[in-house]
Structure formats: structure tokens, C-alpha cells
């Protein structure tokens, strides 16, 4: 038998989308399954790079140059005995057991690679989320989304353009820039600390003209305090550093309409803003309503707690795109990182169970805390566990427990070995590249 016909009888395993959750599957079963001939896996995403999503307001910020973390989708299949296919999903076919990748086109428009399907035995659809605007009047218009690098990286180049014009007029000191950021959960929070640190960082590489006190950042929550999905505890001292920090901090009242120059206030407040990011609510991906499986409200695809979908056995979904019970009534899992990673975790383990005739095991979420970056300012956060309780965590702790968070998803992806040659490499950079991307 030829090595075509041996990989072609093996069971195919899909995952689409190479999101944390996906990504991390992938290269899970790669080195398990796929390094030993009992799978062929196969990974197909819309981008040929990853970044872990949590970041994506430090690249907006410009605290973190997206190109030296994002990782390459095509060398990472051949360290980790995975294929990789480039495309979006559009469709599925149950019945063939296929799914269907939109074509791709180049920067011309050009049809560059046609649509077409890839076969499965088993599918994982892990396509993540987007932001949800809740269909505010005028958002999808004037608002810039988080949801991808290159949105991330499309902020920072007009709030850099802004710092440049201001530069290049001498003898007149800038205008102040308005930024308004809707949503004040960890995503808005976050944010809002690092273009503060921004700020400061430009005025020391000369770009001076705007001052920091000249960024107005505005937060802007609907609920009546910040990080409303956690502990009051925490959002209490990071409520306090966004007050020293100057951010303009406006809760209890959502927002009615997005203008090209600022927003409404249900209240009747107007907050002027040429820049506006909407950092509130996630939905799942709309093609999920198409597939012809169950969807929430959310489009989130209804799972079992075993993350398969109810009378379809061979289709799996986790992470943000999918709506899996925590065996309480009427409650599901967040959509939150760690519970993407234990899902990844839980499902690598199944599939070696489903190969080898084992009942599979249900998925139970475990809080272990949350933490909360405020750039080089503070961090705050808890920390939850069967042995400490909840723990309360401020300052220096919670900055290495938060930063550790990201290690802890490269060393799901690269090893150990390799997370320590680049925790090295990222030592060594801060000393000889620019803190700030500046461009």
C-alpha cells in the first residue's frame, strides 16, 4: 500500500479555526495522533498567522509588535505533524462529510486559490467570536472592532497618524485626541490603560506635540461599574488606577447611536471621540446559523457537554463558538480563554478515547481566577482553587501570574524548550528594540 493510500485510510480529523482553542487541539493531536500515523488532522484558517487574541489591544496600543509573537500556521503543521489548509468555512455537507473554504484572492481581487471542500471522519469547529454591537445605530459605520490583528494594527496606525501630523506642524502644539471605548470588561479596561502608557511612551521618543494629559480616553459601560462580569472586589482598585490614570470612566448607561465624530448616550450624554472602539458583547460567526444546526441567540452552536452537537456524533464544537452547559439550569460556559484551553485539553484526550472505543468524557468548566493587565501600571486579579480559595492578587504577583497566562499557551503550542528560548529572546529585545511600535 502506497503512503497516499495509508494516509487516505486513516480517520481525518478537521479543525477549523486556529484560534487558541484550535490551534492548540491541532498541535495536540498532531503530536499525538498524527506523529503516530493513527490520524491524519488537518487545520484550515482564513489567515496564514495566529496571535493570541488577548493581546490584540497591545497591539492596538502599539505595546507589542504583532509581527515578532504571531505564529506561522504552515511551519507550525510541520513541526507538529498536522496539515494546514488556507480558507474561511462557508458551508457543510453533512451527509458527504464535508466542508466547504471560500476561495482565495489576492490583493488585486484576483481569484488566487477556488473554493473547493475537504473531506472529514471527524470535524472540530472552533472558529471563535466577534464583537458584538448589538446593532447600535451607526457602530458597524464609525466604530473600529478588536477582533482581528488587522484591525488591531489599523487603530494603532491612526492614532499613530494623529501623533505624526501633530509633529510635523511646528511652533503649534497638537489638537487633543478623543477616544472613546465601549465596553468596560477586560478587553476595554485594558486598553484604556495602555494607550494611557502610549501616551507617555511617545512623549519620551519626542513625539511630544501631544501631550498625555491630551489623549481623553473615555469608557464607556453600560452596566453601573466596570468588569461588571467580575468580582466587585477586583473592579474596585482598577476603577481607582483608571481614575489616577485620567481615563473618563462613564457607566450605567448604554450607548444609543455612534456619530463619525463621538457617541450618544442613552442618557443624553454626548462624549465627543474621532477615534471609537467597540469592545462590548461577543456573537459567534453569522455562517454558523447556516450549517443547519442548533444556534443560540449568539449563533453559538449548541453542544453536549462532551462538546459534540445533539444527533451529530462526528461534529465537535468548543470555545467561544460554542454554547456548552455547566450542568446548571440554564447556564452555559463563558466565553473565556481557560475555557477554551481545557476544552483543547478535554478534546485531544477524547479523541484518543473515541479511537480506541472509549466512552468519552463530559467537559466540566473550572474557574481558576481572572486577571486584569493595566499595562506597566498595576494589575489586580484572583485566583481560584480547590486548595486556596479565592485568592485576592494586586501589583508585581499579579503582573507575573498575568504574564505567565501567555507562556502557559506557548508552551501548549511550542514545548518548553522553545518557550524558554523566547522568553529569552523577548528579555533581550526590550533592551535593543523601541518599547513602543512606532510604526
Known amino acids: 500500500m502506497s503512503q497516499s493510500e495509508t494516509q487516505t485510510a486513516l480517520p481525518r480529523i478537521l479543525v477549523v ?10 498541535t495536540r493531536l498532531g503530536r499525538t495522533l498524527g506523529k503516530k500515523k493513527r490520524a491524519q488532522i488537518t487545520l484550515a484558517d482564513a489567515n496564514m498567522t495566529h496571535i493570541w487574541k488577548p493581546l490584540l489591544h497591545e497591539v492596538a496600543a502599539g505595546s507589542l509588535n504583532s509581527t515578532e509573537d504571531e505564529l506561522n500556521y504552515v511551519a507550525q503543521a510541520k513541526w507538529n505533524h498536522f496539515h494546514f489548509q488556507l480558507g474561511a468555512m462557508t458551508g457543510l455537507d453533512r451527509e458527504q462529510r464535508k466542508v466547504t473554504l471560500a476561495a482565495i484572492k489576492d490583493e488585486k481581487g484576483s481569484e488566487l486559490i477556488p473554493e473547493r471542500q475537504l473531506g472529514y471522519d471527524y470535524l472540530v469547529i472552533a472558529v471563535g467570536s466577534n464583537t458584538n454591537d448589538f446593532n447600535t445605530a451607526g457602530a458597524a459605520e464609525h466604530c473600529l472592532f478588536l477582533d482581528t490583528r488587522a484591525q488591531a494594527e489599523r487603530f494603532h496606525r491612526l492614532l499613530l497618524n494623529q501623533y505624526m501630523k501633530a509633529q510635523a506642524i511646528e511652533h503649534t502644539p497638537g489638537e487633543p485626541i478623543n477616544v472613546a471605548i465601549i465596553g468596560a470588561g477586560a478587553t476595554g479596561v485594558e486598553l484604556a490603560a495602555e494607550l494611557n502608557h502610549a501616551a507617555r511612551m511617545l512623549q519620551a521618543y519626542g513625539l511630544d506635540r501631544i501631550r498625555p494629559e491630551d489623549l481623553n480616553i473615555n469608557l464607556v459601560e453600560a452596566s453601573n461599574r466596570v468588569l461588571p462580569a467580575l468580582p466587585e472586589r477586583i473592579s474596585e482598585p482598577v476603577t481607582h488606577t483608571l481614575n489616577n490614570l485620567g481615563v473618563h470612566i462613564h457607566t450605567g448607561s448604554p450607548v444609543k447611536e455612534v456619530t463619525a465624530d463621538g457617541l450618544l448616550l442613552a442618557n443624553g450624554e454626548r462624549i465627543p471621540a474621532s477615534l471609537k472602539v467597540w469592545a462590548a458583547g461577543i456573537k459567534a460567526p453569522a455562517f454558523l446559523t447556516q450549517l443547519g444546526l442548533e444556534t443560540n441567540r449568539i449563533n453559538q452552536l449548541v453542544v453536549t457537554r462532551t462538546l459534540q452537537i445533539p444527533n451529530e456524533p462526528r461534529i465537535f464544537a468548543f470555545g467561544d463558538c460554542a454554547a456548552c452547559p455547566t450542568g446548571e439550569e440554564g447556564r452555559t460556559v463563558p466565553p473565556r480563554a481557560q475555557a477554551a484551553h481545557q476544552q483543547a485539553s478535554l478534546l485531544a484526550k477524547n479523541f484518543k478515547r473515541l479511537l480506541e472505543g472509549k466512552a468519552l468524557q463530559e467537559y466540566t468548566y473550572k474557574d481558576y481566577g481572572s486577571l486584569i493587565s493595566l499595562a506597566s501600571f498595576d494589575a489586580v486579579g484572583n485566583l481560584m482553587g ?20 501567555y507562556r502557559m499557551h506557548q508552551m501548549a503550542l511550542y514545548g518548553l524548550p522553545r518557550t524558554m528560548m523566547l522568553m529569552l529572546s523577548d528579555r533581550i529585545g526590550r533592551s535593543t528594540e523601541p518599547r513602543l511600535k512606532l510604526h
Not at 386 to 401: D, H, I, P, Q, Y
Open 17 to 26: 479555526g486556529g484560534g487558541a482553542g484550535g490551534l492548540e487541539l491541532a
Open 386 to 405: 480547590n486548595l486556596t480559595g479565592s485568592v485576592m492578587l494586586e501589583g508585581k504577583l499579579a503582573r507575573m501570574f498575568y504574564i505567565s497566562l
